[in-house]
């Protein structure tokens, strides 16, 4: 069974399985031959080019498994017979750890200290904090599930949101009555045609003054224009690991914005992450030889 995976190291996770024969394929490396016969394919983190394309070519193709929890590249090209998984629950830690680490460096301004060390300038004053403050999780799978667990010690206020109202989560029409009230809006929602540019220049209106608008989600969420805007008046800051557009070019105004962080895309990049996927995968292949029912099936937009 021919298999095409993201690494050596996930490689080496298959290596014994009987009947598997793995290539390595990622966006910094060229094509294996025998794109025809691949049966299996794990994409790498980073989005190869020309995923239709690729797909197209892969008569053979039977099971996509992605090493992220979005699949938005892959969703609309996986023909009909091809099952499509994600990765659900691999970058829980990371991500919610990253989120955690964002809202109270943006919060206690680690930022315009780290300017004043470098400047060798004492610059004493009084911050905001998280105790006592209200958190919006925007999107309550999961990863937000892991958030709230590492915000347990904080002394925050938890308010989830998810797409499907249920017993202690707000549904998404709930949304823009919860706005106001939120210290720290976290979007965790999956990229989909409902999601996209859903926190436009309306819902940042709505977020108090001195809110914190945290995107741990997708790039396109987020109206950049608007949010720019928002930003230049000071009245809201922002800590990112995705933009729109990504990677953010050289002289784009967000990079020079006030209030806001931006970290390169890096909250899923982690140790803890590369060895989840690795059981992931492992798991999830021994199921499909198996002929056993496979976890994290997509069977809609998300």
Avoid at 89 to 112: L, Q, S
Avoid at 228 to 252: F, I, N
Wanted: charged content about 20%.
């Amino acid at each position: 069974m021919k298999t095409w995976v993201p690494s050596d190291s996930a490689a080496d996770a298959l290596s014994d399985l009987s009947g598997v024969e793995c290539a390595v394929y990622n966006s910094t490396s060229s094509m294996p031959e025998g794109v025809e016969e691949v049966e299996v394919w794990i994409p790498p983190l980073v989005t190869v080019p020309d995923v239709r394309g690729t797909i197209a070519r892969m008569s053979s193709l039977r099971l996509v498994q992605t090493v992220t929890a979005g699949v938005e590249p892959y969703r609309p090209h996986i023909p009909e017979g091809v099952t499509l998984c994600n990765a659900r629950g691999v970058h829980d830690a990371g991500t919610a750890e990253w989120a955690v680490g964002a809202m109270v460096a943006v919060v206690r301004e680690f930022p315009g200290f780290v300017d004043a060390q470098r400047r060798g300038e004492w610059t004493y004053h009084h911050t905001g904090v998280l105790a006592d403050s209200t958190v919006l999780i925007v999107g309550y799978g999961s990863i937000g599930a892991a958030l709230e667990r590492r915000l347990a010690g904080f002394e925050v206020e938890v308010v989830r949101v998810a797409r499907t109202a249920r017993d202690g989560v707000h549904g998404m029409a709930d949304l823009p009555a919860l706005l106001p009230a939120a210290d720290v809006v976290v979007l965790l929602v999956p990229a989909t045609p409902d999601t996209a540019g859903m926190v436009d220049a309306a819902f940042l209106a709505r977020m108090k003054d001195g809110a914190v608008l945290v995107n741990a989600a997708r790039g396109g969420i987020v109206d950049t224009d608007a949010l720019v805007a928002e930003l230049k008046t000071g009245r809201l800051r922002a800590a990112l690991d995705v933009t729109a557009p990504e990677p953010l070019p050289e002289g784009h105004p967000l990079w020079s914005a006030p209030g806001v962080l931006i970290t390169p895309h890096v909250a899923g990049s982690t140790p803890a992450s590369e060895r989840r996927v690795l059981r992931l995968i492992r798991a999830q292949l021994e199921r499909y030889l198996a002929g056993e029912q496979l976890i994290n099936v997509i069977t809609d937009t998300y």
